[in-house]
């Protein structure tokens, strides 16, 4: 077990501050890449009465950019109310658990302000039970838009001065009558200048699919589109890791484990921890990561990968022979997200060639693809009517070329930045 310097316990904490495969990031200091974005938010907050919709593919980083958003306005002597929805949530469900997370436990506290000019709108709107369970520091069971608004306003007040509220995976609330009273709630929050900010996060490539495209709500909301990570910022992590244990990585492998990622930091993290780890493991002093260590770095992130990950693909590809392997392997062998048939054929052709085996005729791999969009395949792929392919979940394109990894089979090498990396 030899990193020069390091017992366990200290390989352990170090990687523990560095690496987060499966838990979102909460600090500027760590998230990579995401500068601009945070920026845009900080501008559209200095207008009060704005709100925040972070949307982009899943396993992108929303939550990550949301919570980091989060800790970083969030005034100070409270922390930021992080909820997350189900395929259960309602909209009153939601704004209920929002006022009890807002509620101080100090019912003294509860009670001055009731007494004051704060509560006398509650009181207009609120039945008498209502304000008594919340004189008992507890949240009333909602019944419209009114007091929905008036309480949030009363008791937002007790938490700080404007506490910001992150509402997760909005995407799994699918009941558009639902989402409409969120757009609805984000309107009158505006209107009435309720000193609140709320961050949503859903699985999503435009708002209009999250939410009413009609809806005036879009004028209160600052929409945030969050793409793959670029190579700079998946680089910086593998850097910052290597850095933080003071060894060394030669650039192919840097680019490579940045290239496998295509864009989805958990598999950067992924590869990273496990190529720390297989430097740990060594029975020599390790000063630079070796291809050895790489190599069982990347058949190690293949075996711990998320079971949901797995089973796509193995739905797709272990009952059959290769055939539907390579084909899939060629389909993510581009930066490009959506491609042509005749570009994943062609694709597909040379990395044929470059194993030495007899590649499948253009019917036959037609056939392929188009099985691999029925549920007998997992749907792994999808097309649209100009046959453009894609992955259902882009994030299982980082797990294809993880997978062609491990079998001696390089993809994802026609991007403009490791070309140039490998003509130097
Ligand atoms: N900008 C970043 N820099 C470094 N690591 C990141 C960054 N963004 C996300 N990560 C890491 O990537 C992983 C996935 O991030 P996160 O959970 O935020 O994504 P998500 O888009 O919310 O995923 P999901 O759609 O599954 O909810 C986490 O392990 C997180 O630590
Ligand atoms: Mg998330």
């Known amino acids: 077990m030899t990193i020069a310097g390091y017992t366990r316990l200290k390989f352990e904490t170090a990687l523990n501050q560095v690496l987060s495969p499966t838990t979102p990031i909460r600090s500027i200091e760590h998230l990579r890449g995401r500068d601009k974005k945070l920026e845009e938010i900080r501008r559209s907050l200095v207008q009060t009465g704005r709100h925040i919709f972070i949307h982009g593919e899943r396993g992108v980083g929303k939550t990550s950019l949301a919570q980091t958003a989060a800790f970083e306005h969030q005034p100070s002597g409270a922390e930021p109310i992080l909820l997350c929805c189900d395929p259960s949530s309602t909209f009153y469900g939601v704004a209920q658990d929002i006022i009890s997370r807002l509620l101080t436990s100090d019912p003294t506290v509860i009670k001055r302000i009731t007494n004051k000019k704060a509560g006398l709108v509650l009181q207009s709107v609120l039945s008498l039970e209502s304000q008594e369970i919340i004189e008992r520091g507890r949240a009333p069971e909602l019944r419209s838009m009114n007091e929905t608004i008036a309480t949030i306003s009363f008791v937002a007040k007790q938490h700080s001065k404007k506490p910001v509220i992150v509402i997760d995976e909005f995407e799994r609330i699918k009941d558009s009558n639902q989402r409409t009273l969120f757009a609805d709630l984000i309107k009158q929050l505006g209107d009435q200048s309720v000193?609140?900010?709320?961050?949503?996060?859903?699985?999503?490539?435009?708002?209009?699919?999250?939410?009413?495209?009609?809806?005036?709500?879009?004028?209160?909301?600052?929409?945030?589109?969050?793409?793959?990570?670029?190579?700079?910022?998946?680089?910086?992590?593998?850097?910052?890791?290597?850095?933080?244990?003071?060894?060394?990585?030669?650039?192919?492998?840097?680019?490579?484990?940045?290239?496998?990622?295509?864009?989805?930091?958990?598999?950067?993290?992924?590869?990273?921890?496990?190529?720390?780890?297989?430097?740990?493991?060594?029975?020599?002093?390790?000063?630079?990561?070796?291809?050895?260590?790489?190599?069982?770095?990347?058949?190690?992130?293949?075996?711990?990968?998320?079971?949901?990950?797995?089973?796509?693909?193995?739905?797709?590809?272990?009952?059959?022979?290769?055939?539907?392997?390579?084909?899939?392997?060629a389909v993510a062998d581009d930066h490009q997200l959506k491609r042509r048939s005749a570009d994943i054929f062609e694709c597909y052709q040379r990395l044929m060639q470059s194993v030495g085996e007899r590649a499948l005729s253009r019917e036959k791999f037609n056939a392929r693809m188009n099985t691999l969009k029925k549920p007998t395949h997992g749907e792994i792929l999808k097309a649209n009517r100009q046959g453009w392919y894609e992955f259902r979940e882009p994030i299982v394109r980082g797990y294809v070329r993880l997978r062609a990894e491990h079998r001696g089979v390089a993809l994802g090498k026609d991007h403009p930045l490791e070309v140039r990396i490998r003509a130097s």
């Open 195 to 329: 000193p609140v900010v709320i961050i949503f996060c859903g699985v999503g490539s435009s708002l209009e699919e999250l939410l009413d495209a009609h809806h005036s709500c879009y004028r209160y909301l600052t929409a945030v589109c969050l793409d793959r990570l670029g190579y700079d910022a998946r680089l910086q992590i593998i850097d910052a890791a290597l850095e933080r244990v003071e060894i060394d990585v030669d650039d192919t492998t840097r680019y490579r484990v940045a290239t496998i990622s295509d864009g989805f930091p958990h598999y950067v993290h992924l590869l990273t921890e496990k190529l720390l780890w297989e430097a740990f493991d060594d029975n020599e002093d390790v000063k630079v990561i070796n291809v050895v260590h790489y190599k069982d770095a990347v058949a190690s992130a293949v075996n711990d990968i998320e079971p949901h990950l797995k089973a796509i693909y193995e739905k797709a590809t272990l009952k059959y022979n290769n055939d539907y392997e390579q084909v899939l392997w």
